[in-house]
């Protein structure tokens, strides 16, 4: 028994902000982060749009691929760093927000790998018979945590949602997703307040995403090496095989990296990221979304998913579309 994805959904939010509408408040140009990143412009959050909202929107598109109504969703979960609130998690604000029943809902908190961690849990409740319908969502408003006066970290991050539905199925599907992580590099990337450290340097605007973003670079590059190997050998399969990669779009120097340690070419690889920056969570199904509704990735393509972020925590999932 696999699980398989029957369909993709995403939303973005209504503004666009371009790198030459950043140059105004912060000191940078349009030339240092498309050179550096990738990044011509990312969708924030306004008028009132919450995480919440991205994600109904996503699940809502992916449900219509998929032709099922919100009664047929046995479970939801929700990858993402940004909630709308403590609790109840997003996964419950999200079923009540569609109208499904009363299925097992929770959220999950990977940073950026949260929705391959999120999509690896919902795999095991489909294949070992828990779920024949399951919403699985990667959702974030990074932009309410980052410093909008850093030019360090505030070119990098944009909001956006995306969601798959995934069922049983006799053929692949999903054939293995790999998790890991390594919290020695908690202080590489991280977001200090919380309930036990407090929320009140957060909301007086004293703390933020703080990244060694050099050092994060360079083990991400490394790490999404070895993840993609992981999955190829578990599979008995070779770089060959794959058809589409789908990476986390964090830059689009790791994703080249990624892209050349596979021996893939730039034109196989889904890149959004100069349209939407660094997602977070929502990265991998956004760019999954952007791949599936465009045509390139097509019913029995083989695609590897793979993800890096906070943590750190990074992961991989194997599928044939
Ligand atoms: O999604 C989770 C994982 N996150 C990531 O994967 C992010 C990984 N890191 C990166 O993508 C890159 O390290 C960054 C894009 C964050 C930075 O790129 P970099 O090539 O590593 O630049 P850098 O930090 O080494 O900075 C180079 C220079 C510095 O100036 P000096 O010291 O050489 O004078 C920075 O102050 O660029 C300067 N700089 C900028 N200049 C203009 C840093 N940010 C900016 C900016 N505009 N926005």
């Given at each position: 028994?696999?699980?398989?994805?029957?369909?993709?959904?995403?939303?973005?939010?209504?503004?666009?902000?371009?790198?030459?509408e950043?140059?105004?408040t912060?000191?940078?140009?349009?030339?240092w982060?498309?050179?550096?990143t990738?990044i011509?412009?990312?969708?924030?959050?306004s008028?009132?749009?919450?995480?919440l909202?991205?994600?109904?929107?996503?699940?809502?598109n992916?449900?219509?691929?998929?032709?099922?109504?919100a009664?047929?969703?046995?479970?939801?979960?929700?990858?993402t760093?940004?909630?709308?609130?403590?609790?109840?998690?997003?996964?419950?604000?999200?079923?009540?927000?569609?109208?499904?029943?009363?299925?097992?809902a929770l959220?999950?908190?990977?940073?950026?790998?949260?929705?391959?961690y999120?999509?690896?849990?919902?795999?095991?409740?489909?294949?070992?018979?828990?779920s024949k319908?399951?919403l699985?969502?990667?959702?974030?408003?990074?932009?309410?945590?980052?410093?909008?006066?850093?030019?360090?970290?505030?070119v990098?991050?944009g909001?956006?949602?995306?969601?798959?539905i995934i069922?049983?199925?006799?053929?692949?599907?999903?054939?293995?997703t790999?998790?890991?992580?390594?919290g020695?590099?908690?202080?590489?990337?991280f977001l200090?307040?919380?309930?036990?450290?407090?929320?009140?340097?957060?909301?007086?605007?004293?703390d933020?995403?703080?990244?060694k973003?050099?050092?994060?670079?360079?083990?991400a590059?490394?790490?999404?090496g070895?993840?993609?190997?992981t999955?190829?050998?578990?599979?008995?399969?070779?770089?060959?095989?794959?058809?589409?990669l789908?990476p986390?779009?964090?830059?689009?120097?790791?994703?080249?990296?990624?892209a050349?340690?596979?021996?893939?070419?730039?034109e196989?690889?889904?890149?959004?990221?100069?349209d939407?920056?660094?997602?977070s969570?929502?990265?991998v199904?956004?760019?999954?979304?952007v791949?599936v509704?465009?045509?390139?990735?097509?019913?029995?393509?083989?695609?590897l998913?793979?993800?890096?972020?906070?943590?750190?925590?990074w992961?991989?999932?194997?599928l044939?579309?």
């Amino acid at each position: 028994m696999y699980s398989k994805i029957a369909g993709t959904g995403s939303q973005l939010p209504k503004r666009v902000v371009t790198n030459a509408e950043l140059a105004k408040t912060v000191d940078t140009s349009d030339e240092w982060i498309v050179t550096r990143t990738g990044i011509k412009q990312r969708y924030l959050v306004s008028d009132g749009e919450t995480n919440l909202d991205l994600a109904e929107g996503a699940a809502r598109n992916a449900m219509d691929m998929a032709a099922v109504v919100a009664s047929d969703i046995d479970f939801i979960i929700v990858g993402t760093t940004t909630p709308n609130q403590v609790f109840p998690n997003m996964g419950c604000l999200l079923q009540e927000r569609l109208g499904a029943g009363e299925c097992p809902a929770l959220s999950l908190e990977a940073a950026c790998t949260g929705f391959i961690y999120a999509l690896s849990v919902a795999d095991k409740f489909v294949t070992t018979g828990s779920s024949k319908c399951a919403l699985v969502v990667g959702s974030e408003t990074l932009s309410s945590i980052v410093d909008w006066t850093d030019r360090g970290t505030s070119v990098l991050f944009g909001d956006g949602a995306g969601a798959v539905i995934i069922k049983p199925s006799e053929t692949p599907g999903i054939r293995s997703t790999h998790l890991s992580a390594n919290g020695k590099y908690k202080d590489l990337l991280f977001l200090e307040s919380g309930i036990s450290n407090g929320f009140d340097n957060l909301k007086s605007g004293n703390d933020f995403v703080q990244m060694k973003g050099n050092e994060v670079f360079k083990v991400a590059v490394r790490t999404l090496g070895r993840i993609a190997k992981t999955a190829l050998e578990h599979n008995n399969m070779t770089k060959e095989d794959l058809t589409w990669l789908v990476p986390h779009q964090a830059n689009i120097r790791i994703i080249q990296a990624a892209a050349k340690m596979l021996d893939m070419p730039m034109e196989k690889v889904i890149q959004t990221v100069q349209d939407h920056g660094n997602t977070s969570a929502a990265s991998v199904p956004l760019a999954l979304d952007v791949g599936v509704r465009d045509g390139r990735i097509k019913p029995g393509d083989t695609v590897l998913l793979e993800a890096f972020g906070g943590g750190f925590t990074w992961g991989a999932a194997l599928l044939d579309f």
